[in-house]
Structures are given as structure tokens and as C-alpha cells.
């Protein structure tokens, strides 16, 4: 296991909290390897199977098969990038929607995702989305 943990800001610590509550579905304060590989992508950190037993493996200290919030608190900071800026982050997370890569986030592309995510979004919540997010109507 590594050891090395970096101390987290709080803005960080609220993201990966928020992270970690919204695919904690049953509010159990614990997530799957499923509900994990789901929080890691939209991250902008997608894994392979292996990858994601390998972090349960290390992550999950008490041996249950489950990650518990502090113990994915603990995890990540072992394993966030020190220099990742907030503008890096968000650059990284936009280019997991814009599948096409065509500087855009269509509302073909933002549905694909929340399906991925597995969400099911009305045509309603795309368009309101849509409209939240394209200020400049293009």
C-alpha cells in the first residue's frame, strides 16, 4: 500500500465527497466496484477491472468488498496529482462528454454520459442542462 497521502484542500475534499454521495445510491456511506469505476470516470480517471480491484484492494481497510467514504477520502489523496490545477480538472472531465471532440458538449453527447453514469435523464432535464450550461446558445 502507499503511503504517501497528500493533505487534501477543502474544495477538494468537497468534490470527492460530493463524488462519492452521489453514487453512494442506498446512502450507506459505501460504494461498490461498480458504483467506484462510475465516480473514477467522472472524475476524468477511467480504469480498467483491474485497475479498480487493484484500488479496492488498497482502499478498502476493514476487508468488507466495500469502499467506505473515508477510506475513499484516504484513498484519493494518496492518489491525486499535486500540480492537477481546477482548470485541468474541468478541461479533463469536459473532454469525457465531448465524445467527438469537437470542443462542444452536444445534448447527445451529455445524455450518453448520464446514462453511463446511470442516470436516465428526461428530454426535459437535457434541455434545462442544455440551456443552464450553453450561455452563449451555440
Do not use: W
Request: aromatic fraction near 4%; proline fraction near 1%; include cysteine.
Amino acid at each position: 500500500k502507499q503511503t504517501h497521502m497528500v493533505d487534501l484542500t477543502k474544495e477538494q475534499k468537497d468534490e470527492l465527497c460530493s463524488a462519492f454521495h452521489l453514487f453512494d445510491r442506498d446512502n450507506d456511506n459505501r460504494v461498490s466496484t461498480k458504483e467506484l469505476g462510475a465516480i473514477m470516470r467522472s472524475l476524468g480517471h477511467p480504469l480498467s477491472e483491474n485497475e479498480l480491484q487493484q484500488i479496492i484492494n488498497e482502499a478498502d481497510e476493514d476487508n468488507n468488498g466495500t469502499i467506505e467514504l473515508d477510506e475513499f477520502l484516504s484513498m484519493m489523496s494518496r492518489r491525486m496529482n499535486v500540480g492537477d490545477s481546477v482548470e485541468e480538472e474541468i478541461k479533463a472531465v469536459f473532454q469525457q462528454f465531448d465524445k467527438n471532440n469537437d470542443g462542444m458538449i452536444s445534448a447527445a453527447e451529455l445524455r450518453y454520459v448520464m446514462n453511463i453514469m446511470g442516470e436516465s435523464p428526461s428530454e426535459q432535464d437535457i434541455e434545462k442542462m442544455m440551456s443552464v450550461g450553453d450561455l452563449n446558445k451555440d
